[in-house]
């Protein structure tokens, strides 16, 4: 299995807080992502990076940043939590090498109040 | 972006096989097909992925048709474990993700 781990599993938090999501990676891949799920909707790309301190937006980036200070490390922030980022959220990566597969994490849980 | 669409769901019975297609008309010469899955509670896995040519490993199959406006993943045997939801992708393999677009996927239930 890819050496891939999300931190934290599960937050609750409350309307208008700052939330950080972190994303570590073993594996030194040059590419890492953030998706959320919601019921209907599949998985959309929120940001991605594409090296240290390259990153980039994805479809549903509002109310999203993101950083990436060493290629381990790819940090998901909500400045100002709203109940509408209520979500999983998954980070994934990948080496774009010859079969460009996708590794994800297990999810981190947010729960807007 | 080239998309990708699925049946919402499917059912199955348990040990027979299991045909979950994917139509891709707007797919470029460049684009490989891309199948994962995504079990309950946990992150999606790949399970194979193919240009041209039919492909096969431990998981699945895979078909291709000729045009490559379509393809199918086949499951030789449903297991209850193989209870999952399917997605159909397409991406440029030596580039980055950043273009693909994860639609909701097949939801496969397995009769025992």
């Known amino acids: 299995d890819a050496g891939i781990t999300q931190s934290p599993r599960h937050k609750v938090t409350e309307t208008g807080t700052p939330v950080t999501l972190r994303c570590h990676q073993t594996?030194?891949?040059?590419?890492m992502y953030w998706y959320r799920q919601d019921p209907g909707h599949g998985l959309r790309l929120i940001h991605y990076?594409?090296?240290?301190?390259?990153?980039d937006k994805g479809e549903v980036s509002d109310g999203y940043s993101v950083s990436r200070s060493k290629t381990e490390d790819f940090l998901l922030t909500l400045e100002s939590a709203t109940s509408s980022q209520t979500s999983v959220y998954f980070c994934?990566?990948?080496?774009?090498?010859?079969?460009?597969?996708?590794?994800f994490g297990e999810g981190s849980r947010l729960t807007v109040l | 972006d080239a998309k990708t669409t699925q049946p919402n769901s499917m059912e199955s019975n348990e040990e027979e096989p299991v045909h979950l297609p994917c139509n891709h008309s707007?797919?470029?010469?460049?684009?490989?097909i891309h199948w994962y899955r995504q079990l309950p509670s946990q992150g999606p896995e790949y399970v194979i992925h193919?240009?041209?040519s039919n492909v096969n490993n431990r998981m699945a199959s895979l078909a291709i048709a000729e045009d490559r406006k379509s393809s199918t993943l086949i499951l030789h045997r449903a297991t209850l474990r193989d209870a999952a939801v399917y997605y159909c992708?397409?991406?440029?393999?030596?580039?980055?993700?950043?273009?693909?677009?994860f639609g909701p996927g097949t939801s496969l239930s397995v009769i025992p």
């Open positions: 994934a990566i990948t080496n774009s090498g010859e079969t460009g597969e996708l590794f």
């Open positions: 594996e030194n891949h040059r590419y």
């Open positions: 990076s594409y090296g240290v301190k390259d990153t």
């Open positions: 707007t797919i470029s010469g460049t684009d490989y």
């Open positions: 193919g240009l041209t």
């Open positions: 992708i397409l991406s440029i393999v030596k580039t980055s993700y950043d273009k693909v677009i």
